[in-house]
């Protein structure tokens, strides 16, 4: 992939971001989704790229969404995977809370995982902890190794999980155990990316979430010499088969970073909708003006861009604003 393809696609997320970042605290998540995938999918077809969608997000919700096989970018270019989720958190925008973003997941063609839009156990860390984590291993060893390698005390540990109820009996032993729990309530693309970015204080992600997450959390995590392990969790014959039809023999079979991303390249990008640990959100500034807060990563390089921009909404006719 060619270099400059990693700040074409801020320009997608920065669209995004600003589209749906119209619809906070309003109330109405599709109308933020829509607004984001609308913008994204008009902004894509000024990239310089064959692309191809093969991780979309809005199956479970029926949601509007950039679909699966889908074909983006003016047809020439590089030959690209494309993994999209418009809006991570469309009900956090909905209700005004943090940690929103528009991200977007690019790596060369046949290298990402077509993971399902299904649940998926999922183990992150940062660049010291890599290597040395398994998502089968019990909880409180996990914690002893990310502690020794980070060189924290156990309760200096900070442990960041989805607060929903299938995940009581793992926070009550991470507590046990002296570390402490950070919960978040949606947008776990972001909370897997904290563990390798050190301004966060977040040194481990655990819990089962989107499989679509998964992925691209993980093509961000190869930019930052992190690391993930992951397995599908099919909750259905229908699951099962679909499992099978990706090439997984064990639909249950511990996928590593490198089933999830293959190859050494995939770029990742991620605009703030709303402030968060990562992030700052889209600000308007007045006079029809608004500020984007974004990051870009290259695995190949391992650089490391945030980018701070302002844009003058009235020249900008490919946004769905009001």
Known sequence: MERELALEIVRVTEAAALASAQWMGRGLKNEADQAATSAMRAMFDSVN????????????????????????????????????????????VAKGHPNAMAVVAVADRGTLLHAPDMYMEKIAVGPEAAGLVRLDDPIEKTIDIVAKMTNKRVNDVTVIIQERERHQELIERIRAKGARVKLFGDGDVGAAIATALPHTGVDLFIGTGGAPEGVISAAALKCLGGDMQARLVPYTDEEFERCKKMGLEDPRQILYLDDLVRGDDAIFAATGVSSGELLEGVRFLGGDVAQTDSIVMRAKTKTVRYIKAHHHLEHKPHLVME
């Open 49 to 92: 790229m064959k692309g191809t969608v093969v991780i979309g997000e809005g199956e479970l919700d029926e949601a509007p969404m950039l679909y699966i096989g889908e074909k983006l970018g003016i047809g020439n270019g590089p030959d690209v995977d494309i993994a999209v989720d418009p809006l991570e958190g469309t009900s956090i």
